[in-house]
């Protein structure tokens, strides 16, 4: 059985996938967070979470959701706006928490969950939506896939070569992220120095989340 992509387009994605795969982004962020204080198996749920939501959009696209994308931007713009909300909120909520150093003493080990209630589905949850509202991955998806796209070539095949070739270094680099976080959190035994931490992550993704905001606002205005 041929292989559903030309070598050379494939090669071509495969090179542009790797930068993208290990260039810090909500959801490479989120592995970290998930990782810093948290169990391991906090580190696969949110993994897990966040390629599901990979996995959704893969389908979605293989349908026709970036036909749809193209031809009405108002959606993008939308989709990208209500992203960089939710995004903005998560954020906000661990800087608040943070903000109080009780929240920040866990003990001798910050691979202990902050938050007694936080459970692995709740992780599993808040990945696969920050990824399914991920502008990052519209972008991706509207922008930076479709010229791979071989239109003399069924799509769904090719679908599942993208598909299998992002999730898999989406994986490796969340993963490897997260549990740099875990094995770091063992080093920040000191609550002041894991609140600098938290502070800092947060600050990142709020200000991820502004940018995100604001030029889909721009954006938004233009139409």
Known sequence: MAFPIDPHTYGAFFVTMFFMAITPGPANLFAIRAGLGRRKSHVIAAVIGLNCASLIWF???AFGLQILLTAFPLLFQIVAVAGGLYLGWMAFKGFRSALDIRNENIGSSLTTAP???KTIA????DGFLVQLLNPKVTLFFTAVLPPFVDIHRAVPPQMVAFAATAIGMDTITMTTYGLAAVTLSHTLSD???KQVF???VCLILMAIAALIIWHAGMELLRL
Do not use: E, M, N, Q
């Not at 709740?122 to 949850?125: E, G, L, Q, R, V």
């Open 191 to 193: 609550p002041k120095k």
């Open 198 to 200: 938290d502070l800092g």
């Open 122 to 125: 709740a992780t599993f949850k």
């Open 115 to 117: 938050d007694p209630g």
């Open 59 to 61: 389908i979605a696209c």
